[in-house]
């Protein structure tokens, strides 16, 4: 099998845990999105995957991201939503080619975007990560990034209010240990609190190779998935 044959069957089969998932909660597949994290992975399994009908794809440090991106830049139909930690300095080269950006994490971060976003004469789309441990019982060092406590609203007040961003939602990551399912509906419900605010705020990010299926029954709308359609990742540097 070649590489794209390789790619073409795994995202086959992602797709149809998808569609399974859904199904199992009433929901409408089509009401998921399926970011396909591309990380650590050339530029190349990218355009593969353009090929193959793929439009939304993920990645998670800026210096590789902004590479493949100038590389595809001929391929406008892709939109490329950034998952990772991002350093304040690193918003404004963000900004530049980042469609949705899924880790916001502070008020700081959300005024250089807005900066950056501005600069560059672009509109962003936001997620505002949420650290889940605590919330899930767990120690804090459990968690995977994300505001904790009451700073997920100030967060998500400060993307409001910022000209170029717009506000879509939550995201997070299951912590490590917790039962993703309780963590995933942990996201649901402060989600709903967020809407009360925010009402156009209605998408949630959560979900990825191995948790996809409790994401779905949670009410997941943006899917970031990686391993389950790229194989296994070089050793995480
Ligand atoms: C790498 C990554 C993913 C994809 O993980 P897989 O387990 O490979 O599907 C999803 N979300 C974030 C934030 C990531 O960093």
Known sequence: MNRREELAAALERTRARIAAAARE???DPAGTTLVVVTKFFPASDVAELAGLGVRDVGESRDQEASAKAAELAGRAD????FIGQVQTNKARSLARYADT?????????VQALQAGAEQAGRDLDVFVQVDLA????????????GATGEEVFRVADAVAAS???RLRGLMAVAPLGAEPRRAFDELAALAE??????????EL??????DLEAAVAAGT???????AILGSRPLAR
Request: glycine share 12%.
């Open 221 to 227: 709308t943006h899917l970031r998935v990686g391993s």
């Open 78 to 81: 892709l939109h490329w939503h």
């Open 25 to 27: 909660a009433g929901r």
């Open 101 to 109: 950006v899924h880790s916001v994490d502070r008020v700081r971060l």
């Open 163 to 165: 000209a170029d961003l």
């Open 193 to 202: 609190r967020l809407r009360r605010d925010h009402p156009r705020a209605v």
């Open 205 to 210: 990010s959560a979900g990825m190779s191995g």
């Open 134 to 145: 605590q919330r899930v019982g767990l120690d804090a060092d459990a968690g995977r990034g």
